[in-house]
């Protein structure tokens, strides 16, 4: 069936975010999860090394298991949630995630561990392309939109930004199973909220299509061995074979994957959607965004560690210009498109970013204040060009199809992320003799790669943000 004869999204009656608060508490509890989940158990590696006799092999395991199969699995169950139901994806994946979470009380090994991460994040993913397709069900007013957006992901930069401290006060009272427990009242909290405050699917409004299983199948390999030759770039740098094999997996999966949604009658992802102006705009505003990012948070972390000596506590204090920026924005966002509209305040938005890329990567070494207010401008182009890509992709979709627009805007980012990541990982470690931690002895060598990565990295996102406003306004 064709994208364009779908049926159009049915009114939504709230004309509030007051008249429909348990289900935006709910969905901003789910984002919260999701965003908390391995930036808190971070806080615990040392104990769980210590505890567990866990290798650094099995901490890596611990935490990129999860990210690798919830990254990579997100459009696999959103096209299932489009077919199966949104709603009812949403409430069954949180049960099982609280069950997943459950299961650490159980664990005496690393390598149970490993498993039960590994199921913590296949069950994130099934309620992750939910969050935004079940909130578009609630409104129909596209400033109401954008202001649950913002409410829902203000829940998750609030929990970014006090997730290691609290996961930290935690494990100074309670056991580290306690960080994965706690997520299972909050799973259930979530369930009530959404279960009685959202209502059920219709099935006039699901996708009749059968799910393409192989072309599933080969997009959630290309995915999770795409993050992967990431990960891999960065740990182990090119010259080992493991992210090369990686890199040729993602390609060959890829290649095959693109062949089948060809050639099927009925594709998993129809290629017609990303043709359309607003849906190809907003994942390419999405995917400038990742490599941005990437590019700041991983550069700025790094120069304020080992290159200043701060502590990893100071360094996360360093960074939180850019949080308190997207929080104390948040509200205005809807203002700021209101007044100048979402074909102006885009590319404002994308400029602010490309501003503060561009400062950090010019005047960052000549000391902190210059980082500072990088850091607040790239935050705050940030903040108003993911609400409005965000909103725009899902209004460019029929609802058939919004679930696995939401995870397709999501894996967007993540796999941007971790290609700016790789791009800065290599040329850092290409300008350095040693490993990073003798940064300090080759200072010079280390700012100048950040910079030249920084400025690589910023040339292409001003080449992606300048298409997509382009292809926005066409």
């Known amino acids: 069936m064709s994208v364009d ?41 040392p104990t769980i090394a210590r505890e567990l006799n866990a ?28 077919r199966f139901g949104t709603r009812r994806m949403m409430l069954i994946g949180l049960g099982l995630f609280a069950l997943a979470n459950l299961a650490v009380l159980a664990v005496r090994t690393p390598g149970e561990l490993i498993a039960v991460r590994a199921a913590v994040g296949i069950t994130a993913a099934m309620t992750a392309p939910g969050t935004m397709a079940l909130c578009f069900r609630l409104f129909d007013q596209e400033n109401l939109l954008m202001r649950a957006t913002g409410v829902i992901s203000s829940v998750g930069l609030i929990g970014l930004a006090a997730g290691p401290t609290l996961g930290g006060l935690i494990l100074q009272v309670l056991p580290w199973q306690t ?9 259930v909290l979530a369930v009530l909220c959404i279960r ?45 074979t493991k992210p090369w094999l990686a890199a040729v997996g993602a390609l060959l ?31 390419a505003y999405q995917g400038a965004l990742g490599l941005g990012l990437a590019a700041l948070t991983y550069s700025v972390t790094l ?34 498109v209101d007044k100048l509209g979402t074909h102006r305040a885009g590319p404002l938005g994308a400029a602010a970013v490309i501003a503060g890329l561009l400062l950090y990567a010019l005047m960052g070494r000549q000391g902190y204040a210059w980082i500072a207010v990088a850091l607040v401008l790239t935050a705050a182009g940030m903040r108003v060009v993911m609400i409005i890509a965000s909103v725009t992709v899902m209004r460019g979709l029929p609802e058939d199809r919004q679930s696995i627009g939401a995870a397709l805007t999501d894996t967007s980012q993540e796999i941007a992320s971790s290609i700016g990541l790789a791009v800065t990982g290599t040329i850092v470690a290409a300008a350095l003799t040693g ?35 382009r292809r926005a306004a066409s």
């Open 5 to 45: 004869v779908l049926e159009a999204p049915a009114k939504a009656r709230a004309t509030s975010l007051r008249a429909v608060w348990p289900a935006i508490f709910g969905l901003s509890v789910v984002f919260l999860v999701e965003m908390l989940d391995n930036s808190v158990l971070n806080v615990a590696l």
């Open 253 to 283: 999966s890829a290649i095959g994957f693109v062949v089948r949604e060809k050639r099927t009658s009925h594709p998993m992802f129809d290629f017609a959607l990303i043709k359309r102006p607003q849906v190809s705009a907003s994942l």
């Open 196 to 240: 009685f405050g959202i209502p059920a699917d219709r099935p006039e409004h699901r996708n009749s299509a059968p799910l393409d299983l192989p072309g599933a199948l080969l997009g959630t390999a290309t995915i999770i061995l795409g993050l992967w030759t990431a990960t891999l770039v960065v740990e182990d740098g090119w010259g080992n």
């Open 435 to 469: 490993s990073l931690t003798d940064v300090g002895a080759s200072p010079h060598s280390f700012e100048n790669a950040i910079t030249m990565a920084t400025l690589a990295l910023t040339a292409v996102c001003t080449v992606m943000v300048t298409w997509a406003a």
């Open 179 to 187: 960080l994965l427990v706690i997520n299972v009242p909050i799973a």
């Open 55 to 82: 290798s650094a092999s099995d901490l890596q395991w611990i935490t990129s298991g999860y990210s690798l199969l919830f990254g990579g699995l997100m459009i696999a169950f959103g096209a299932i949630a489009d």
């Open 303 to 336: 120069q304020l560690q080992l290159v200043w000596g701060w502590s990893p506590a100071e360094a996360a204090l360093g960074n939180l210009p850019q949080i308190i920026t997207m929080l104390a924005l948040g509200p205005f966002v809807e203002k700021i």
